[in-house]
């Protein structure tokens, strides 16, 4: 094992996750895509990141089960269900650099809206109203991009920032669906045969302790740190690396 690349992905996944507990989702969009600069394989970035956005998503939904909109996030995890099965089927005949090419994309693409698009208007039925369609496809393509790049969050993401959904709602919510689609994704994996537990079990080893810590401290930050600063930096920050994963890929490495 690199033991530059042990260390360097040990702070990007501490910050990566320091920034999730914050946001509530900000984990895999800042980490893919520097786990993809610093050399890894696209699908132990894969791996990587869907295992720990589980396992420090476990302690969001204990800590805030009482806020999760059932309704919301059952569809949310139900949709995620075809977009996995679809995207398993897409793994096996796109390029990993094509893949690598949409993770940068989407990065970009998310951040950019959430940095400068208007949100909806909040209205009094806003807190209930869930549309199914609109719930169940967010989902859906949430799973087809968790399962391929890991970045199942943007669309889910998207949607309840559109519906301007109340803070701890919107982190409870996300917390139960990353939960169930990551955990669907990597048993999907694991059936392919593409789980390397030998190389990517060390990473986990080495790498999860510091990822539970930080996102335990950017929970305990959350109320604390100046939001609309701290939004803007994060975003940008997710459109570079975004953007640096994508010219890195077209370039071939």
């Known amino acids: 094992m690199d033991l530059t690349l042990l260390l360097s992905g040990a702070a990007v996944v501490v910050g990566a996750s320091l920034l999730g507990g914050v946001t509530g989702f900000g984990f895999s969009l800042v980490c893919a895509p520097l786990l993809l600069l610093l050399g890894m394989e696209l699908t132990d970035v894969v791996v990587v990141n869907l295992t720990i956005g589980l396992l420090t998503r ?41 893949l690598k090419v949409t993770a940068g994309g989407v990065a970009v693409v998310v951040a950019a809206f959430l940095l400068l698009g208007p949100a909806g208007a909040r209205s009094a ?24 790049t890991s970045l199942n969050g943007p669309p889910p993401v998207v949607l309840l920032s559109r ?11 996300l917390a139960v669906y990353f939960i169930v689609c990551n955990a ?52 940008c920050l997710v459109m570079v690396t975004g953007l640096a994963t994508v010219v890195t890929a077209l370039a071939g490495g």
Not at 163 to 173: C, E, G, I, S, T
Not at 210 to 230: I, K, M
């Open 184 to 235: 669907l994704a990597l048993a999907l994996i694991g059936l392919a045969g593409e789980l390397d537990l030998g190389r990517v079990g060390l990473l986990l080893l080495c790498w999860l302790p510091g990822a539970v810590l930080g996102n335990a401290l950017g929970n305990t930050w959350a109320g604390r740190v100046p939001r609309g600063p701290f939004r803007v930096m994060t975003l």
């Open 125 to 148: 039925g806003d807190a209930t109203r869930v549309p199914p369609l609109a719930t169940g496809g967010a989902g859906m393509l949430g799973g087809f991009l968790g399962i391929t």
């Open 58 to 98: 476990l302690a969001t939904v204990a800590r805030m089960h009482a806020s999760v909109h059932r309704r919301r996030a059952a569809y949310l995890v139900a949709g995620s269900v075809p977009g996995l099965l679809l995207g398993h089927l897409v793994r096996d005949v796109v390029s990993g650099d094509a």
């Open 163 to 173: 519906q301007n959904v109340a803070p701890r709602q919107f982190v409870a919510d």
